[in-house]
């Protein structure tokens, strides 16, 4: 009746299997979200029977979620404290499965007596499932079904954890990785217990089995026995002992424990030491369904695993006996002991001389896992394979492919990136460099453009003042020479004098031209100055006043705006004093925030700014202006002087690089 209103109340029970209970098959386990305890769910529909539970109270959290599952066999907690880990988000709700926890509470009730009388004998395992995961950073990766699992770059390490549907015993590896076979090993012991005068025990001395023997052959016919020996001082008011060989280890400790030749002797402190204990040797006469030797008998929660066996020992071709447990069943365990009536006496203070031949064998059953370091990137094969109580192969290999991903760096998508990148960046370098190349061509051939059109300023200049002076002076000196023939002294001074004054004019108009030429001006002054220095020079020895004026903030121009701006101020005031007649010139230089304007104001004869004029002054200042992107503004009139005014805006006069 416990066990039904222990299902029905499933929101108040947790099941779990206890150590020193037998647990037969399964146990049903109450899993909350928040427990470490986890299971898989669907072992709920394959309930074998006989089946019976050791249960405990637990208080579950009040707002937690709660759901029934079942787990195959007792739980091996494991080195951090964490039970079986698999499917840790899946399972059955509570209000899903309570009508089948009624119908198997009933079932358990029902076989729970036929389940207690049934006769201890080995397990039967048809088939054996092996179930393996894979543990990285507490996070279980999923393999979807498939015999396969793919990890992402591990930084440390990753875990596999087996379980066996029957609680095997199991051995396994990683290829690649472990070069053998590996099994992790459990324990047993022999101890010496120490009883005082009431028979109530005061001590115990134990000395463990664990893992494997060495030389340990699996045979239980020809065992490879080592030799032992051990000190024991006899505790206060001890007055007997027991010797017990118990695999009652871990609960699912299994294997083989082979004892022989035991002595015990009680060391004096002169003479050879006296034998108080030898086993085993002869027979109990009352025991005669199962050997047992004189003064031990079998104990624990499944004796008949606890034997008696007849072995081949190197020091002897005969036959002799051996304690032998032989523990197939992971629930239960058994062990050879001293008789309590024949108990042998001691005193305390006592030194115990204990000697025997030992082999054994033990591994572990139920829920393993291992730790791997960081391995390489690759397919490794992780196989379990289940074995004897003697270690040998017993079944077919279970495996799972594990494939560690290669880290970012080493895969090909991130090769073919970096050299696509490395290809690109090269690309890119080298149309930078073509394109720095071209733009030197590029430079080259504007300032090749530049001397092209300063020297088509030249002609014009030569042209239009210097070719026309000496072709003026050639005449007057013709006339003059005709004059001289005629003997017209008057004439002949007359063309001397015009041919001296067109010499002069041509003179002064060499001058201007090789000022407009010399750029040199701005390198030594700012462009105000360097203005104000042209003008003063050009109108030198004229009789007409000219006046420079520089309105707001004065700032440095890019070289090829200063020097055309230079330029065509120095034509303007060249025209002028050619051909304008005028009697006053201003030069007003405006600097705002926008914009630079340089205007040209004078007040001789003018012209009309639609005709056709002779000379190319207007022509050079308009291709000027055109270099350097500004507004030319020519506002003229006959008779009413003229005024042109050259507007730079802010993204012309800053720019940078611009020479010329």
């Known amino acids: 009746m416990a066990a039904l209103v222990a299902v029905l109340y ?181 101890n010496l217990r120490f009883f005082d005068i009431n028979d109530e025990q005061i001590k115990q001395s134990a000395f463990r089995f664990f893992g494997q023997s060495q030389g340990w052959n699996g045979s239980l016919e020809e065992p490879v026995f080592l030799h032992r020996k051990e000190t ?127 082999a054994y064998s033990i591994g572990l059953g139920g829920t393993q896992f291992t730790i791997y370091p960081r391995p390489r990137t690759g397919t490794y094969r992780f196989c379990v394979q289940p ?75 030569i042209h239009d003042t210097l070719a026309q002076g000496f072709t003026g002076i050639i005449v007057q000196l013709h006339a003059a020479d005709a004059a001289k023939s005629r003997g017209g002294d008057e004439a002949l001074s007359a063309h001397l004098l015009r041919a001296t004054d067109l010499a002069r004019e041509g003179l002064q108009e060499a001058r201007r031209s090789v000022l407009a030429l010399r750029p040199l001006v701005l390198k030594q002054m700012e462009l105000p100055d360097a203005l104000r220095a042209l003008v003063e020079k050009l109108t030198a020895g004229t009789a007409m006043p000219a006046e420079v004026s520089v309105d707001g903030n004065p700032r440095p121009l890019s070289l090829e705006v200063e020097e055309n701006l230079l330029r065509i101020a120095v034509e303007s005031l060249t025209n002028t004093i050619r051909h304008a007649h005028a009697s006053r010139f201003m030069a007003r230089l405006t600097f705002t925030t926008d914009e630079v304007r340089l205007e040209l104001i004078d007040d001789g004869c003018g012209f009309h700014p639609g005709s056709i004029h002779d000379g190319f002054g207007l022509t050079g200042m308009k291709e000027r202006a055109a270099n350097i992107g500004a507004q030319l503004l020519i506002q003229s009139a006959v008779g009413q002087g003229t005024t042109i005014c050259l507007i730079v805006a802010e993204h012309i006069h800053h720019a940078s690089g611009m020479t010329l």
């Not at 504007?446 to 300023?457: A, D, F, I, V, Y």
């Open 10 to 190: 499933v929101g108040k029970i947790r099941v779990q299997p206890r150590k020193g209970i037998v647990q037969k098959k399964y146990c049903i386990v109450l899993q909350s979200p928040d427990s470490k305890f986890g299971s898989t769910a669907n072992c709920l529909g394959t309930l074998r029977w006989p089946c019976s539970l050791a249960m405990r109270a637990a208080q579950p959290s009040s707002s937690s979620r709660r759901r029934l599952v079942v787990i195959p066999r007792p739980i091996r907690m494991g080195g951090d404290g964490a039970g079986c880990p698999f499917a840790p988000h899946v399972g059955t709700d509570v209000r899903y499965v309570r009508a089948v926890a009624m119908i198997q509470a009933g079932c358990l009730l029902l076989t729970s007596a036929f389940a207690q009388s049934i006769e201890e004998r080995p397990p039967h395992h048809p088939q054996d499932h092996e179930t393996i995961a894979v543990n990285v950073n507490d996070q279980f990766v999923s393999a979807y079904g498939l015999p396969s699992v793919s990890l992402a770059p591990i930084s440390a390490e990753f875990k596999v954890y087996f379980v066996s549907e029957h609680g095997r015993r199991r051995q396994f590896r990683l290829e690649g990785v472990d070069r053998q076979w590996r099994e992790w090993g459990g324990e047993s012991f022999l």
């Open 232 to 358: 024991v001082i006899v505790p206060e008011r001890a007055k007997s002992f027991w010797v017990v060989i118990s695999s009652a280890g871990p609960p699912d400790a299994l294997g083989t424990i082979l004892v022989a030749h035991l002595v015990i002797s009680r060391i004096k402190a002169e003479g050879a030491p006296e034998v108080i204990l030898r086993a085993p040797v002869g027979r109990e006469p009352q025991f005669t369904k199962v050997p047992t030797p004189i003064g031990f008998c079998t104990d624990g929660t499944r004796r008949s695993m606890a034997r008696l066996l007849s072995v081949k020992t190197k020091s002897s071709d005969s036959t002799e006996d051996c304690f032998a447990i032989i523990d197939n069943d992971p629930n239960a365990h058994a062990e050879w002991r001293t008789r309590k009536e024949n108990a042998p006496a001691v005193s305390e203070g006592e030194k115990l001389l204990v000697e025997w031949d030992e």
């Open 387 to 461: 074995v004897d109580t003697v270690g040998k192969p017993d079944g077919p290999e279970t495996s799972l492919a594990i494939s560690i991903l290669p880290p970012w760096w080493q895969r090909a998508w991130f090769w073919e990136s970096l050299i696509a990148g490395l290809a690109v960046c090269a690309f890119g370098i080298s149309r930078y460099f073509v394109h720095q190349r071209m733009r030197k061509q590029f430079a080259r051939l504007k300032e090749e453009r530049l001397l092209e059109q300063e020297r088509m300023r030249i002609a014009r200049n």
